[in-house]
T-cell receptor, first 115, second 114 residues
């Protein structure tokens, strides 16, 4: 069965320092993986996605993620945090179950950015 | 603004009642997805419709149903409501409709069941 685990529920960084949000996945086949961001009282926005092309994926707002099959990881990084990056981030894996395709969301990582 | 609209923004109702949530996708998008976000369960994919037909199914309860109309808007019907159904319900849309596509999310409908 497919699953996704976000290893940190909360991450706190200072403005201008690097961001690392960790995600591990479990999948019986080559998955598609996504990172979404949710700002307070807003809907979700796609940051980036991996669909079996280049393993290093660049997204919006300076974020990127690297697909590492050997480690079953898809960590999200950004070289320099900005105050506007404070939000909740979700790692998502596509899955197939019972004849249907579906998306499975991680529990989320809340990123706080301090001045 | 994603271009996806959801009504109403807030809904307060009582246990045992039935409600309908409405979603209008982005212009040109054929696929509509419904999600539930709650403190207990996190974010869960409920169901996907593509051009009027059910395409993918997630953790949708039997008390819940959805449909997509010829003008492509979608409705999520929740019946026999329970306290645990209180959540934020999101709609998203994409084109053409694979789960690997970028999905554009609406602002959500916050349902409170008292």
């Amino acid at each position: 069965a497919q699953s996704v685990t976000q290893l940190d529920s909360h991450v706190s960084v200072s403005e201008g320092t690097p961001v690392l949000l960790r995600c591990n996945y479990s999948s019986s086949y080559s998955p598609s993986l996504f990172w979404y961001v949710q700002h307070p009282n807003k809907g979700l926005q796609l940051l980036l996605k991996y669909t079996s092309a280049a393993t290093l994926v660049k997204g919006i707002n300076g974020f990127e993620a690297e697909f590492k099959k050997s480690e079953t990881s898809f960590h999200l990084t950004k070289p320099s945090a900005h105050m506007s990056d404070a939000a909740e981030y979700f790692c998502v894996v596509s899955a197939r179950s019972g004849g249907y395709n579906k998306l499975i969301f991680g529990a989320g990582t809340r990123l706080a950015v301090h001045p | 603004d994603s271009g996806v609209t959801q009504t109403p923004k807030h809904l307060i109702t009582a246990t045992g009642q039935r409600v309908t949530l409405r979603c209008s996708p982005r212009s040109g998008d054929l696929s509509v997805y419904w999600y539930q976000q709650s403190l207990d369960q996190g974010l869960q994919f409920l169901i996907q419709y593509y051009n009027g037909e059910e395409r993918a199914k997630g953790n949708i309860l039997e008390r819940f149903s959805a449909q997509q109309f010829p003008d492509l808007h979608s409705e999520l019907n929740l019946s026999s409501l329970e306290l645990g159904d209180s959540a934020l319900y999101f709609c998203a849309s994409s084109n053409p409709g694979q789960l690997t596509d970028t999905q554009y999310f609406g602002p959500g409908t916050r349902l409170t069941v008292l």
